[in-house]
């Protein structure tokens, strides 16, 4: 059986983006296929095959991007062995890089996110970005394959890094766990939390980042009718700045209009699948989104979409079908800003105003959202494309 040695950052129960939601189904779907390990950052798992590893402690004071790359080296000793390592994030790509050189594989790469595409994060990790950059660039041009997200991820790897050859580069879509994603009738997370079931209501799920768009969400709420809750499951700040930002805007909005709730941490699976299986609508405002699985989560529990037609996006939601699209124009610079901030803002309001004063079409929009995620994308046909990707290379 085929060794393959999948490397990221995040794994459960250390996850809190989309690449580590992949991670935990892609492994989980790959295990009847090859012989599945996974080396991943933080504490020690108990899960069989599963090895983690923490920053080296004589890299304990330097800059974070440099801790990472001590990680990365460390894997590598891990992957001795395999047949084909498969890195996810600039975070593993390193080490699926010195991998492949050391040990002589083939290296896969999965994209689910671009580091020239998140200019931001320059004012997250300092001089950390030029070495995140330098290491992505470095892995997927010199990567045997590299697995988009979406087709629109495929064309942002091809703008970003010309020198990757197209005929190396392979669509596989995220999927979505419709077994564990589906709709929760109970309300007892909604009740401690404050939701009011019987009313309309709009719901956010992300970490609070440039990319994910939440400030242009909290100033469309204020265009909402006053009977609207507004749920805000938004935490881990990228910086302090947009964090201050978010905490006035909220602030703002609940000193005008009753049922703003904000939970600012990651909140257990469970209690987030209750919660999108009662909103009236959920949105994903994002700027950059190769895919956006949190859109997926919404439509596996039966809950309309409003989300910016941006990147992968509109591979996920069928526009008047399983949601609404909101139209944006952006800056070519890399960071996705729109081009005419009012309008955006203006159009996600009208886009979000549609469901929430017509229960009944959202409702429907929320059935069509299951149908679509159960037929496109389940996690086995997942892995099998995966597999196919991985016997290319071992050719």
Request: hydrophobic residues 45%; proline residues 7%.
């Amino acid at each position: 059986m085929t060794r393959v040695d999948l490397i990221t950052r995040e794994y459960p129960p250390e996850v809190y983006g989309g690449a580590g939601v992949h991670l935990e189904y892609l492994s989980s779907s790959l295990r009847d296929l090859a012989d599945v390990r996974v080396h991943c950052f933080g504490a020690p798992r108990s899960e069989p095959g599963v090895t983690a590893y923490a920053d080296p402690p004589g890299l304990a004071s330097a800059n974070a991007a440099l801790r990472t790359l001590g990680v990365d080296l460390e894997m590598v000793v891990g992957c001795a062995g395999t047949d084909v390592v498969h890195s996810h994030t600039w975070y593993a790509n390193l080490a699926g890089h010195v991998a492949k050189l050391l040990h002589g594989v083939p290296h896969v790469v999965t994209t689910h996110s671009l580091e020239p595409l998140r200019p931001w994060k320059a004012e997250q990790l300092g001089g950390g970005y030029a070495l995140s950059s330098w290491v992505e660039r470095t892995a997927l041009e010199a990567a045997d394959a590299v697995i988009a997200v979406s087709a629109g991820m495929k064309s942002d790897v091809l703008t970003a890094y010309p020198a990757v050859d197209p005929d190396r580069i392979r669509v596989v879509h995220n999927g979505i766990d419709t077994d564990q994603y589906t709709p929760d009738p109970e309300t007892d997370v909604l009740g401690r939390l404050g939701i009011d079931p019987a009313a309309p209501s709009a719901t956010f799920v992300g970490r609070i980042t440039r990319q994910k768009g939440l400030p242009y969400l909290l100033r469309a709420a204020r265009q909402l009718p006053a009977d609207v809750q507004l749920v805000f499951l938004a935490g881990a700040p990228d910086t302090p700045e947009i964090a201050a930002e978010v905490e006035t805007l909220i602030a703002e909005l609940r000193a005008t209009r009753k049922g703003v709730v904000w939970v600012p941490a990651m909140l257990p699976k469970p209690d987030v699948i209750q919660v999108l299986s009662h909103s009236t609508v959920f949105v994903c405002p994002s700027v950059y989104e190769p895919m956006g699985i949190v859109n997926l989560e919404a439509m596996a529990c039966e809950t309309a979409v409003v989300a910016t037609a941006t990147g992968g996006i509109p591979e996920v939601v069928a526009n008047g079908e399983t949601g609404l699209l909101v139209p944006i124009e952006q800056a070519s610079d890399g960071t996705g800003t729109p081009l005419s901030p009012d309008r955006f803002v203006a159009d996600l309001a009208a886009a979000i105003n549609e469901l929430v004063t017509d229960p009944a079409r959202a409702e429907n929009m929320g059935r069509a959202g299951r149908r679509r995620a159960v037929e496109l994308f389940a996690w086995r046909a997942i892995a099998e494309r995966t597999m196919d990707v991985y016997r290319e290379v071992l050719r």
